[in-house]
């Protein structure tokens, strides 16, 4: 490694073509400008905004080193770089547990405009790594807010970084593929030693989700708010007793259930399923949560245990360690999907929906055993979105139903888990 440098000021210097393949040696150094009103600029001489100067880099394994203003928590820390595309719902995405291990970057530019209340959370922490913005908002307007994002995030003591050219990071992610990056506010640690630190570090093959999984079972009442009924498809005056693996489940999955009707008990990722068995539970949801599904075997082993025997709906992960239950396998995609955004199809009706989603990872349709069926493929890839089997009693997505501030197209399908539940419990 030479260590050269190369400093680029604009942001039309660096969106072109990628310049680097992944692991090159060289470092180049990219900064953005702004002048004092916050507006961008490629000339030379222009003020950078005068109340703070790029005080964070944010190395790159590939050897680019974006230089940025820092909020929230200061520090070093390593992750995986992820893009999400939704308009709104920051707050839902910082406290989505599946982001362990990962930097979200923003491609919206302009977050933290609503701040912060303590009602949209999806989990009780943020288990992110950090967060990438274009823009920082100087106030905060709603009439809901609570703090401000950089306050929220220096509390819960995740870092974050502003005034990056979040195009360009999100131009290379969508070439090269997920790259891991550590981001740091300590001049002492040189960029050898954090790019060092980036191309020693993986997420593949980590067991992330014994660090956000609940410790001991618990009962979850919580509803969501009456401007969330706006679908009864499926729901009936039944009570349905479901248990819920909790590998790393966002609130608005458990305040949905609440909603059609289920009294939830939510148990730790090591539960085993005996105990479930015990419970009689009219069903079973796996939820989502972070990392890879092939790194947590013990996981895979209860559902293929649960399999036929109880009514199961899988959401994210639970629906790829459904896939790796049934016989099937996982693989990495090369950036994911990450965005409030995205066209499915639902392949029973035809219907497309827009649906919430962050997943790395996907299910083989190929490798899927006969019998269980594809019913859900997303349009942007053709990637398998969802399974079902009448016969064993399953059926799940690999995108979020209960998706938080929405889109809500897909709500319907928890009154389809609830007529899986209600079959079943006729022919008791
Ligand atoms: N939201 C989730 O459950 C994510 C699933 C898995 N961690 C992935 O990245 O694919």
Redesign the pocket.
């Known amino acids: 490694m030479d260590g050269c440098l190369r400093i680029h000021n604009t942001v039309s210097t660096t969106i072109t073509s990628p310049v680097f393949s992944k692991k090159s040696a060289n470092f180049r150094v990219f900064t953005v400008k702004c002048s004092s009103d916050g507006a961008l600029s490629g000339a030379a001489g222009v003020a950078e905004r005068p109340w703070k100067v790029a005080d964070a880099r944010l190395v790159l394994e590939d050897g680019s080193i974006w230089k940025a203003k820092s909020f929230g928590a200061r520090g070093t820390q390593v992750g995986e770089v992820v893009f999400n595309t939704s308009l709104t719902g920051y707050q839902e995405i910082i406290t989505?547990p599946?982001?362990a291990g990962q930097f979200v970057l923003m491609t919206n530019p302009h977050i933290g405009n609503t701040g912060v209340n303590f009602g949209d959370e999806e989990s009780m922490q943020c288990f992110l790594a950090g967060l990438v913005i274009r823009s920082l908002s100087i106030s905060t307007s709603n009439w809901r807010c609570k703090e401000t994002l950089g306050d929220y995030l220096a509390e819960r003591n995740i870092m974050g970084i502003y005034d990056v050219d979040t195009r360009a990071i999100t131009r290379r992610l969508r070439e090269d593929g997920s790259l891991i990056g550590v981001l740091s506010t300590e001049n002492s640690k040189s960029d050898e030693e954090l790019l060092e630190m980036s191309r020693t570090w993986d997420i593949v093959g980590v067991d992330?989700i014994s660090g956000v999984s609940c410790k001991s079972p618990y009962e979850w009442i919580d509803r969501t708010a009456s401007d969330w009924e706006f679908n009864d498809n499926g729901r009936n005056k039944e009570t349905y007793n479901v248990v819920a693996y909790d590998?790393?489940i966002?609130h608005n999955i458990l305040r949905r259930l609440a909603s059609y009707g289920c009294k939830i008990t939510v148990v730790p990722s090591t539960w085993p399923a005996s105990e479930t068995l015990k419970m009689k539970p009219d069903g079973v949801l796996f939820?989502?949560?972070?990392?890879?599904?092939s790194a947590v075997p013990y996981a895979v082993e209860a559902v293929k245990e649960l399999i036929g025997k109880i009514p199961i709906f899988g959401?994210?992960?639970?629906?790829?360690l459904l896939g790796q239950a049934l016989g099937g396998k996982?693989f990495?995609?090369k950036f994911?999907h990450h965005g409030g955004n995205h066209p499915v199809r639902n392949l029973r009706n035809g219907c497309v929906e827009i649906s919430a989603?962050?997943?790395?990872?996907?299910v083989d349709p190929k490798s899927l055993p006969e019998g269980v069926e594809v019913t859900h493929v997303n349009l942007n890839d053709g990637s398998c979105a969802g399974l079902a089997s009448s016969k064993m009693k399953l059926m799940s997505l690999?995108y979020?139903p209960e998706a938080s501030p929405g889109p809500h197209d897909s709500d319907i399908v928890f009154g389809e888990f609830i007529q899986l539940m209600n079959q079943e419990k006729v022919k008791a």
């Open positions: 989505d599946s982001y992330l590998f790393g966002k939820s989502n949560g972070p990392g890879d599904p959401i994210c992960m639970g629906h790829q996982t990495k995609m994911g989603q962050n997943h790395n990872y996907a690999q979020h």
